[in-house]
Each structure stands twice: as C-alpha cells, then as structure tokens.
C-alpha cells in the first residue's frame, strides 16, 4: 500500500454475501478515481467469501477477517476506526457503484468545505444484477445540487446509505454508527449530518442497491421501523443543539407522522380502536389535515392510489 494518504475510504462489510462480493469489489476496481482505499470485512462468513477476498491482488484492499461475527454496526465503526482517508463510505458487499461514483463525490465535497456528504440515487438490481427500478429519489432527481435539506430528509430518508461519501472527521465527531439503531443508523447520521451543514446531490444514479431475500432490509417491516427506530431518531434528532429553527418549528407535523404510522400499523394489526385514537392523535397535533403534505391527506392519497390499481 503506497504511504500516500488516499481520497476515499471505503468499508465493504460481507457476511454470507460471497456470491455477490465480487461485483462490488470490481466495481471499485473499476473507479475513475483511483486513489481509493478499501476494509473489506468478513464478519465471520460460512460460505466462500473468504475464497473470494483471497482470489484478489491490489494493494489498495485491505482484508479483516473475523472468528466472530460482530454484526454489521460494529464492522462500520471498526473500518472508520482504521480509515486513513479524509472521506468515508460504506458498501455492502451486495451492491456496487458505477464508475464515476467516487470522483463525482469527490469533485463536489473539493468544491466546497462546508458540504457535509455527497450522495447519489440508487437503481435497484435484483440477484443476477439486472436493473429492476429505481428507489425513492431525491428532491430534484436529475439535478447535481448544494442544498440544506434538514427539514426534508426529516420528513423523508431519501438519502441510500451506500451512496453517501462523507467527511471521516465529521463521521467520527458524531461518535460513528449508533448500533441501537440497526436498520436505520445510516439514516440517523445523515440526518444529524444536516443540521450541521448543507449536502451535494448528484445526479444519474451512481449507486446499484441490490434486492434479494436475504438483504437486511428484510429483516423487519418498513412500517415497523417507522414505529420503532424511527420515533427514537425524533427524540434524538429535535434534542439536539444543533437542530435548525425551521426543523424545530414543524415538530407537530412530525408528531402527528408518528401517529399516522402508528395507526396504520394498528390498522395492519387489526386493532381498530387503537387506529383511530392515533388518527385523532394525528390531527390534535396538526390539524391542518387539508394542506397537501399532512400526513393523513398523504395516507388518504395512498390508500386511493392502492385501490385503483
């Protein structure tokens, strides 16, 4: 490994992902911007992605192997422990990157000292690698952008945790990925990320998010994180010195989304007195149920949208 500091520092976490390691490791070899370092963690893998890590040669991938599996948190802040770049990134060994990825996060991080991260939209690819759609996107999708989104990203996770460059310093001022949060940790840093400074956006979907039965994101419902971690990241995020005024002021509306999920899961759950008392909660927190974004006219919108089709 050259003693030159690298640009980028990137974390390829693996555990049983030997079939789709490969791919992510050579689309980081397939950068345009080659002054990269990357962790590559096999948190104690019972498949070949030992045999996979083996099979590649260049000095710019370091490989920790592991006895034990410590879960994907701890591998996270192990590999921001051991970074030696000024920038930070986290790739799961089952998705991978386009090639330009880096160098455009780069280019707009350069751009600006005040940025705090640099992200990109995501393509969703399925097991074989086939593109299969597009997740949920940024404001202004198809527009490279410098913005405060702090109020937005509160309201709407848009950012896809492998396509985040961020400043290792700001990373590890923050104390890293939090591990009580194991699903949404990614997201709770950004959000805190952008009470601290404005965020770059670029566009083209740099980023391909793999989709399969054995992803993470699996592992539990979107609705009940909404219920669980989510309403833990509120409590911490509106608790923090840092929290802009305009956050601050919309603190209701955040409340009654809480509620709304709250009762949509009551709803799934077949609880029906618990559904309305939180719709009601809902609207006595923010009973401004006719404007275009209150949650509960968004619900209506998708409950409309799920019937006809």
Sequence with gaps: MSNRAPAVTVHVPCHDYGRFLGDALDSL??????????VVTDDASTDDSAAVMASYDDPRLRFVHHRENAGHVATYNEALALARAPRFVVLSADDRYHPAFLERACIALDADPAIVLAFTDAELIDEHGAVIGVSATTLEPDRDWVRDVSLELMFRAFVPGGAAVVRTELLRARGGFDPTLPHTTD?????????????AHLAGRQFQQRIHDAALH???SWLDLMTTEEVVQYERLLADPAVPARVVARRARLDAIVS????????????PIETVRQLARAVGRDPWVWERDHPIAVLARDQVARRRS
């Design 218 to 220: 699996h592992s539990t």
């Design 260 to 271: 709304v999920h709250r009762a949509r899961r009551a709803h799934r759950d077949r609880r």
């Design 29 to 38: 070899l397939a950068q345009t911007r080659t002054d990269w370092e990357a």
């Design 187 to 199: 997201t709770f840093l950004w959000r805190q990320l952008a009470f601290r400074g404005p965020i």
